[in-house]
C-alpha cells in the first residue's frame, strides 16, 4: 500500500493522485448539476418557505463549489504569488454541467476569483441560524471561514483578518469559558474537560 509514495515515485497518474483530482470534480460536477437545474425548480416552486429553503440549498453548493475549486488549487497548482499570478497556470474551471466546455487551464488568479465569487454568492444566499461547532450543513459561517482560508492562500492579509475576526468574534464560536457556569459545580472549561 502506497508503494510509489515509500519508493519516491508520485506521479500524476498515481492511483492515490488521481483519485483526489477525479473526486473533486466530480462533487464539482455535481454541484453545476444542481445549480444548472434549480431555476427550474424555483420557477415551479410557489411556497414561500420552499423557496427560502431552495436560496440556502443554492449557498450550501457554491460553498462546497468553492471548497472543492480551493482545495484542487491547493493541491494541483504553485502556490499563489500576487506578482505571478496572472502568469501562472490554475485549474480548469467548469461553470456548467450539460454544455461542453473547453478543457483549458485558467491562470491561477482567475482560478481564485471564481472561487471567491461563489464565496460571495454563498455568503448572500446563507444565514447565520445554523452556524455552530458541528454543523451537518454548510453554514455562513463555513463560507467566511473558507473566504479567510482562500485570502491567506492569495497572500491577502488584510481580508484575512477580516474574515478570521469575524469567525472570532461570532458567538457561536466562543472559547468555553473558565468563569461562566455550565452545570451545578462546573464551568464551560471545566465540563470541557
Known sequence: QYGSFWLWQIRSTTSEIESVYASLYSVISNCNFFL?????????????????????????????????????????????????????????????????????????????????????????????????YSSDYATKAMAEALHARVALYMQDWETAIEYSTRLIENRAFALSSASEAYTGGQTFFQYMW
Open 36 to 132: 444548472e437545474k434549480v431555476g427550474q425548480v424555483e420557477a415551479n416552486t410557489f411556497n414561500d418557505s420552499q423557496l427560502t429553503s431552495l436560496g440556502y440549498y443554492k449557498g450550501e453548493v457554491y460553498t462546497l463549489r468553492a471548497l472543492a475549486y480551493s482545495e484542487l488549487i491547493k493541491l494541483f497548482c504553485e502556490a499563489y504569488d500576487p506578482a505571478t499570478a496572472k502568469q501562472t497556470m490554475g485549474v480548469v474551471l467548469r461553470k456548467g454541467y450539460s454544455k461542453t466546455e473547453a478543457a483549458e487551464r485558467a491562470s491561477l488568479y482567475d482560478s481564485y476569483q471564481f472561487v471567491l465569487a461563489d464565496l460571495a454568492k454563498a455568503e448572500e444566499l446563507l444565514d447565520s441560524d445554523y452556524d455552530q
